[in-house]
Every structure is written in structure tokens, then in C-alpha cells.
């Protein structure tokens, strides 16, 4: 039941947020219709996206489910087993792609 209404709640923070746009939108077209500038969007806009951040961050949250404790000693979430040597490990990583020795000179 708890997450049905968590699914519901973000729901309708994607309605608002798009509503924001909507409205944000139509506030554009009258200022360009008034010849008026636009400097940025109505006090009421910019309270509802501050309500959406708030709902989608619920509904980020707990819809996903509860967090588990990941147990270290596991075989499941063994991924690699490391040597017992750590001092020799070399990694493939993007650096290898520039030159070992700088033959920069100075004039």
C-alpha cells in the first residue's frame, strides 16, 4: 500500500513539473504578446517546482523499496579476489593512452 502511494505521489510530481512548463510556456507567449522582457518565471511557477522537488525526491525515494544490508563475506558480492601482494597491482585505465616521459623542453 505504501509504495502504490509513493508511485501515486510521484505520479503526480510529473503532472505538476509538466504543468510548470505548461505554464511557464504560456507566460512567455503573453510577455511576447505585451512586448514585455522576460525575466524569469512567475512567483507561483517557482513555488510549485519547489513543491515537485520535494515530491519527486519522496517518491525517488521510497518507491524503489528498503535499503539491505550488503554482507561483506558473502559470495555473492565477491567480484574479484584480490593477491595477498597489493604492492604490484596494475590497472588498465585511460592514462596509458599518454606518454610515459614528457619530452617537453624549455626554451
Wanted: no cysteine; glycine share 4%.
Amino acid at each position: 500500500m505504501a509504495k502504490s502511494m509513493s508511485f501515486i505521489v510521484g505520479v503526480i510530481a510529473v503532472l505538476m513539473l509538466s504543468h510548470a512548463a505548461y505554464s511557464t510556456i504560456q507566460y512567455r507567449a503573453l510577455l511576447k504578446i505585451t512586448e514585455d522582457e522576460f525575466s524569469g518565471p512567475p512567483f507561483e511557477v517557482v513555488v510549485e517546482l519547489a513543491l515537485v522537488l520535494i515530491l519527486s525526491l519522496f517518491a525517488g525515494l521510497t518507491v524503489p523499496g528498503n535499503f539491505r544490508s550488503i554482507l561483506p563475506d558473502s559470495d555473492e558480492n565477491r567480484v574479484v579476489s584480490l593477491p595477498s601482494n597489493m604492492n604490484f597491482m596494475i590497472f588498465n585505465h585511460r592514462g596509458k593512452a599518454f606518454p610515459t616521459e614528457a619530452d617537453l623542453k624549455l626554451k
